[in-house]
């Protein structure tokens, strides 16, 4: 007789973002739709895929693409209204989930 067991991995973990801080400098010249960074993070747990999302402190200037991580320009800049941004981002597999923030500090032409 012959008993094959798998053992499947639970989604106990959270994920973890990679290369904090995530501090990033950027021109208020630059137009909407413009690439700021990548936001990454990695699941120790092999379920489920991740999804990125801003909770808050973008003011409507910044989109996060939930797939990719990709954070983007949604609106233009003015360094003499506000010279720094905090978004609260956040990680989830689904189940478990981890927040950060980001700081966005806005320069001159």
């Known amino acids: 007789m012959y008993l094959k067991v798998t053992v499947l991995d639970k989604n106990d973990s959270p994920p973890v ?3 904090t801080p ?4 950027v021109s208020e010249d630059l137009n909407a ?3 700021i960074a ?3 993070a990695s699941d120790p747990d092999t379920l489920g895929s991740l999804s990125y999302s801003v909770l808050g402190g973008d003011d409507g200037k910044f989109l996060l693409e939930p797939e990719t991580g990709k ?3 949604k609106d233009a800049l ?8 905090k978004l609260r981002v956040r990680v989830s597999d689904g189940v478990q989930h981890t927040d950060t923030l980001i700081i966005i500090e806005v320069s001159e032409n």
């Open 17 to 19: 973002f990679r290369d």
């Open 22 to 25: 995530l501090t990033f400098n």
């Open 33 to 35: 739709g413009h690439l």
């Open 38 to 40: 990548t936001i990454r």
């Open 71 to 73: 954070l983007r320009l």
């Open 78 to 85: 003015d360094r003499e209204l506000k010279n720094n941004y």
